[in-house]
């Protein structure tokens, strides 16, 4: 079974010295040996580096370095482009890589809520890519609350079609697997063809799925997708969600429809809204559990309602660190002076923002020259 696999793996790893705070690159596609790479790297205690398959070599191979990745977890079309180095390469279409002594049970817990889950590299937009760095506290406080508030349960069908560089595709790979329910991989070229996508959610009755907007706008347009009977839940994120959109995508469909905000900074989601046919503007909503946001001027005091300010976000969520960037992590996540609690940071958005009056928050732009296209 899948389970086995990643034992048997988990073990090889830690055979490698893989354990808590190393990490694991991860270069595959979307399959079930995505899956296993990921389970066994927990499994033994590492963190993993997604890194997607699409990545031109350069970004690759600086990822995989700059993280010091002892292990890269590949398959074998995949290999060629990169230089291994000192590296141990595993090719999980390589029996061998999972087979290893027989091995099968479940290793022993070593990773504690500090260690790291995972390292997500930003897009470089304005400069170097750089690693965040996110605990297992973080990311378990985001998984808590999403099964939580929306139920999630065996009876879901989660469509995992990020690309696995992007941290949305961290919750669409784990909450299947936390709730019992069964994770259906996106189909080759699924990402970037909207007549696809439709198709697949139609055939394999998919019921939760994200899109960023202007993806979610093709879909609508797309006779295949309307009203998609099995659909109960749809997440937006990644960019502004417009009222139209909103009014479209309800017209057209009995699931629910959800905007989520949050940087890769703050473990995928840091804030959300659920939507409505009479909504005038789309707000980013309210925190998620255990985080808190603050609105705030240049002076870091907070603002009155419906002023705009920069957003702060702060609590469990928050990441450790920007990897081996001790400046820039000084620099964005810094001490929080609303809490007693010691040690509290808080993380500096960028994103400017007003607090309505019913006490959720309003995205209105960044605060430096960053444009989205396409939720890129």
């Keep these: 079974s899948l389970n086995r696999r990643a034992n048997r ?22 399959s079930v040996d995505l899956v296993v790479a990921i389970l066994a790297t927990l499994k033994a205690g590492g963190a993993w580096l997604p890194i997607d398959p699409d990545f031109p070599a350069a970004r690759a191979q600086f990822m995989r370095d700059d ?13 060629e482009g990169l230089d291994a180095g000192d590296v141990t390469v595993l090719c999980l279409d390589d029996e061998s890589a999972t087979g290893g002594d027989g091995t099968d049970h479940n290793p022993s817990l070593l990773a504690r809520p500090d260690h790291l889950a995972y390292v997500i590299y930003t897009s470089g937009s304005t400069g170097r890519p750089k690693g965040v760095m996110v605990s297992h506290a973080a990311i378990c406080n985001h998984m808590h609350w999403m099964l939580s508030a929306f139920g999630f349960d065996a009876g879901d069908r989660i469509l995992l079609k990020t690309g696995i560089s992007a941290d949305a595709s961290v919750w669409e790979l784990l909450a299947p697997l936390l709730c019992g329910g069964q994770l259906v991989l996106a189909d080759e070229g699924i990402p970037r063809d909207p007549a696809l996508l439709a198709r697949q959610v139609v055939r ?46 309800l017209a057209s469909s009995t699931a629910r429809l959800h905007n989520l905000y949050g940087p890769t900074e703050a473990a995928i989601d840091a804030t959300w809204w659920t939507c409505s046919r009479d909504d005038d503007e789309i ?81 209105l732009q960044r605060t430096d020259h960053q444009i989205k296209l396409r939720g890129f």
């Design 9 to 30: 793996l988990a073990h090889r790893l830690r055979a490698l010295g893989v354990g808590p705070d190393v990490v694991v690159a991860v270069r595959m596609q979307r």
């Design 67 to 79: 993280a010091a990745a002892p292990v890269l977890l590949t398959q074998r079309t995949l290999v």
């Design 204 to 249: 394999d009755r998919i019921t939760v799925m994200q899109a960023v907007p202007s993806l979610l706008r093709a879909l609508v347009e797309e006779h295949g997708f309307t009203g998609a009977p099995s659909l109960r839940q749809m997440f937006c994120g990644g960019e502004a969600l417009a009222p139209d959109l909103v009014r479209s995508f």
């Design 283 to 363: 707000p980013i909503g309210r925190p998620i559990a255990n985080m808190r946001a603050h609105v705030l001027d240049a002076c870091m005091q907070p603002v009155p309602v419906g002023v705009a300010g920069e957003l702060y976000l702060g609590g469990t969520g928050l990441a450790r660190a920007y990897l081996g960037r001790p400046e820039l992590t000084a620099e964005r996540f810094v001490a929080d002076p609303f809490s007693s609690d010691p040690g509290a940071r808080l993380y500096r958005t960028g994103d400017r923002v007003r607090r309505r009056a019913d006490g959720s928050l309003l995205f």
